[in-house]
């Protein structure tokens, strides 16, 4: 190595530079030392007067604090925004159930499922890998004029099973007035919440607070449930094999009224899914051995993206609110042909198409008079037949 090329280790700053800079002029290496205290001085000060600034804008709430509890768990995260150390016991909440298909949130849904809350306390549960996205959005909401004002909005994020186990995350949901589930992955809410006290808990809350739940929470709140354990698939794949490893149906994770005789499925139009959706009802025909006496009709809903649905679990009425469609597709019979590794055959599936503003009851199954629209979809040998509609006659 060349002379210019060795390090010398400077005992001040504990970093290293090359030798051939410190030579030349007398006082070139007593300038340089200089430099670089004046830039670790500059660096500390810099420092102090930040945390300063911060803790002042926090002092005086310029900025949210954010995370009010445990944020720093290995099993889940978390936030919170409200008065997050006190709370309240509303005189009441309303049980109900707010549907939304996935993608834009609707206003309407929320707003609904804040009054039912009666200002209380709104906790988001997620299992996303996505950080707090609607903890400001529904804290928003709830302080516009004209709505009732929530105490606190809490968001979970919980990152493994041993959160299920932990007393913030089952605090959180006791004290709870409205929850809503957020998307990503269904499978995590089952594998990680099935058995446990937090489903437990879920179901006890189910009549007397709001369930909400969007894209993979809401595909949890149906009967049956689309468990996406070993994956998404399409379409066509599913009609191809009805019994595709991906094809993967369990039962209810929570009891929902008037979602007894339903599986749900989301982001539906926009990902063409009706024909997926027609493999689910299948398949739980064909494993449950129904129709039966007790089971003469199974059920499938779809809901699309900016669409979403509000459903009374006492009466049983729906009201769609957003945009878009929903389908509810019924069969009273088996499939023609459902098995492994072969085409699905399933024709005559009653369909009936929503449009926003439609109201419907889950108990009757009855569609009014100028509310959707029925038609009825096939499936030969893995696909619609020809002149099917299959999304029904609506734009």
């Given at each position: 190595?060349?002379?210019?090329?060795?390090?010398?280790?400077?005992?001040?700053?504990?970093?290293?530079?090359?030798?051939?800079?410190?030579?030349?002029?007398?006082n070139q290496a007593y300038k340089a030392f200089c430099r670089r205290k004046n830039l670790i001085w500059g660096t500390v000060c810099g420092a102090i007067v930040l945390a300063v600034f911060l803790s002042i804008l926090l002092t005086l709430d310029i900025i949210?604090?954010?995370?009010?509890?445990?944020?720093?768990?290995?099993?889940?995260?978390?936030?919170?925004?409200?008065?997050?150390?006190?709370?309240?016991?509303?005189?009441?909440?309303?049980?109900?159930?707010?549907?939304?298909?996935?993608?834009?949130d609707?206003?309407?849904?929320?707003?609904?499922?804040?009054?039912?809350?009666?200002?209380?306390?709104?906790?988001?549960?997620?299992?996303?890998?996505?950080?707090?996205?609607?903890?400001?959005?529904?804290?928003?909401?709830?302080?516009?004029?004209?709505?009732?004002?929530?105490?606190?909005?809490?968001?979970?994020q919980v990152l493994n099973r041993d959160a299920s186990f932990d007393e913030t995350v089952l605090s959180n949901i006791r004290k709870a007035d409205g929850i809503f589930f957020e998307g990503g992955d269904q499978s995590r809410y089952?594998?990680?919440?099935?058995?446990?006290?937090?489903?437990?808990?879920?179901?006890?809350?189910?009549?007397?607070?709001?369930?909400?739940?969007?894209?993979?929470?809401?595909?949890?709140?149906?009967?049956?449930?689309?468990?996406?354990?070993?994956?998404?698939?399409?379409?066509?794949?599913?009609?191809?094999?009805?019994y595709a490893a991906a094809v993967d149906i369990v039962n209810a994770f929570l009891h929902i009224p008037f979602l007894e005789t339903i599986l749900i499925d989301t982001h539906f139009q926009e990902r063409d899914r009706m024909g997926r959706m027609s493999t689910f009802l299948a398949r739980i025909l064909r494993d449950n051995n129904l129709p039966s006496a007790s089971l003469p009709i199974v059920r499938v809903l779809g809901v699309n993206e900016p669409t979403g649905i509000i459903l009374n679990i006492t009466s049983g009425d729906i009201r769609l609110v957003g945009e878009g469609h929903a389908y509810l597709c019924e069969s009273d019979h088996s499939p023609n042909v459902c098995e492994p590794d072969t085409n699905?055959?399933?024709?005559?599936?009653?369909?009936?198409?929503?449009?926003?503003?439609?109201?419907?009851?889950?108990?009757?199954?009855?569609?009014?008079?100028?509310?959707?629209?029925?038609?009825?979809?096939?499936?030969?040998?893995g696909n619609f037949t020809d002149g099917t509609t299959v999304y029904g006659p609506y734009p």
């Open positions: 190595m060349a002379d210019s090329d060795k390090l010398l280790s400077d005992p001040l700053l504990g970093s290293e530079k090359h030798e051939d800079d410190l030579l030349g002029s007398d949210d604090q954010g995370d009010s509890g445990d944020n720093d768990s290995t099993n889940f995260l978390y936030w919170c925004r409200g008065n997050c150390d006190i709370d309240v016991k509303p005189a009441y909440t309303m049980p109900g159930a707010c549907l939304m298909g996935g993608g834009v609707s206003d309407e849904l929320f707003q609904w499922q804040i009054k039912n809350t009666n200002g209380g306390d709104f906790l988001i549960l997620s299992a996303a890998d996505y950080e707090d996205e609607y903890n400001d959005y529904v804290w928003d909401l709830s302080n516009q004029v004209g709505s009732t004002p929530v105490n606190s909005v809490t968001t979970i089952i594998s990680w919440w099935t058995g446990t006290e937090v489903q437990s808990l879920l179901q006890g809350k189910v009549h007397n607070v709001t369930l909400g739940g969007t894209s993979a929470g809401l595909a949890i709140l149906g009967n049956w449930v689309f468990s996406a354990e070993y994956g998404s698939i399409n379409s066509y794949e599913a009609m191809a094999d009805p699905l055959t399933f024709t005559k599936i009653n369909c009936t198409q929503f449009d926003v503003g439609d109201t419907y009851n889950f108990q009757t199954f009855l569609r009014p008079p100028l509310t959707g629209a029925d038609y009825v979809n096939s499936v030969v040998d």
